[in-house]
């Protein structure tokens, strides 16, 4: 079974920069697409970026274009957020979440039933 653990969250003023880690263990599939999430109280999971294991392709959502980048480390099973010029609004829980049933396009859009997901990492943006 799949297990994912995020990292790299915490406090940052207006304009900071973060960078999350999601390193993962327990895979079985060939390739995955490993979304990052978040969500905020009284709210749904809203899908932030999504990337490929297979070509490294990635999908963004408006919200993000621009001042986030994911990237991944397929050596160290690990997939990273950079986030810059953060907002109030990037206030959240962040979550990784693993799925080799969907694209990265369908996952970052409509979320899944069958994926694995970490615990989530606190990002708080406030001056």
């Known amino acids: 079974q799949v297990q994912l653990v995020e990292s790299g969250g915490g406090l940052v003023q207006p304009g900071g920069s973060l960078r999350l880690s999601c390193t993962g263990s327990?895979?079985?599939?060939?390739?995955?697409?490993i979304g990052w999430f978040r969500q905020t109280p009284g709210k749904g999971r809203e899908g932030v970026s999504c990337?490929?294991?297979?070509?490294?392709?990635?999908y963004y959502a408006d919200s993000v274009k621009g001042r986030f980048t994911v990237s991944r480390d397929s050596a160290k099973n690990t997939v990273y957020l950079q986030m810059n010029d953060l907002k109030a609004e990037d206030t959240a829980v962040y979550y990784c979440?693993?799925?080799?049933?969907?694209?990265?396009?369908?996952?970052?859009?409509?979320?899944?039933?069958?994926?694995?997901w970490g615990p989530g990492t606190q990002v708080t943006v406030s001056s």
């Open positions: 979440v693993a799925d080799s049933f969907t694209t990265i396009q369908t996952l970052c859009t409509m979320g899944t039933f069958s994926g694995s």
């Open positions: 327990g895979f079985t599939q060939n390739y995955y697409s």
């Open positions: 990337i490929s294991s297979y070509d490294g392709s990635t």
